[in-house]
């Protein structure tokens, strides 16, 4: 199986060329808003380099979110067009089960925490068996007191909510937490690897017209209501 996964949510550009689980080669840059203009050029430079074709790709993989919206857009749309011209699948992961997954030998509960703007979070709760990780509830997004008041005992927090919110966890008396390090806040591309093999293996596939980012806000939130005319003289 030869791979191609992109990731493009968040601050990071991370595209990994891989064989099974084995990385052939790696970009993985903070390249803050620059996503649209390296992706394709970075992508074509793996390819030559290691001297393999479009036509040679098994399947293609992406971040589907939740993170930037501008930046999902680019990878997803990239990863689609390129399904649809080479007619092969795409395998697609959360940015919080990828961030989740950067903690797995730790054997603790773990919680991914994304910034979601407007004072929210985007976050995800995974029971660890050491070995593998399952979600315990849907993927959350609300206020980091919202998410806190339901959680006890040792827990492992990572994402780069972390480093806006460490401060209201370790208020939480009920909570026992552990802080990654911020390496660890993001996709590491041989988590990614590693996930996308597997989701190969168990025939996790799916097609260019079903591929969509993973935003959790509702459709209306970013409409912004009509103020209402005051009365007053």
Not at 26 to 31: I, V
Not at 128 to 137: H, P
Not at 164 to 176: D, R
Request: with cysteine; charged share 25%.
């Amino acid at each position: 199986m030869i791979c191609l996964a992109v990731d493009t949510s968040s601050k990071f550009l991370c595209i990994v060329l891989m064989e099974n689980e084995r990385i052939l080669r790696k970009f993985n840059q903070d390249k803050a808003r620059a996503h649209g203009q390296l992706l394709i050029p970075e992508i074509q430079k793996i390819l030559k380099t290691q001297k393999i074709r479009l036509q040679d790709l098994d399947c293609l993989a992406v971040n589907i979110g939740p993170g930037s919206f501008t930046g999902l857009r680019i990878g997803i749309a990239a990863v689609k067009g390129l399904s649809l011209a080479l007619k092969i699948p795409i395998i697609s992961l959360s940015s919080l089960d990828l961030i989740a997954y950067n903690c797995l030998k730790l054997e603790k509960t773990i919680c991914s925490i994304i910034d979601a703007k407007r004072k929210q979070v985007y976050a995800a709760i995974f029971k660890n068996s050491g070995t593998s990780l399952k979600k315990q509830k849907k993927y959350f997004l609300g206020p980091i007191d919202d998410l806190l008041v339901n959680l006890k005992a040792a827990i492992v927090f990572s994402g780069d909510g972390v480093g806006l919110y460490k401060e209201q966890i370790m208020a939480h008396k009920n909570i026992n937490p552990v802080f990654a390090q911020e390496k660890s806040w993001y996709t590491d591309p041989a988590v990614f690897a590693k996930l996308c093999y597997r989701e190969y293996q168990n025939k996790k596939f799916k097609q260019a017209k079903d591929i969509v980012p993973m935003y959790l806000y509702p459709n209306t939130c970013t409409v912004r209501k009509k103020q209402k005319k005051s009365n007053a003289k």
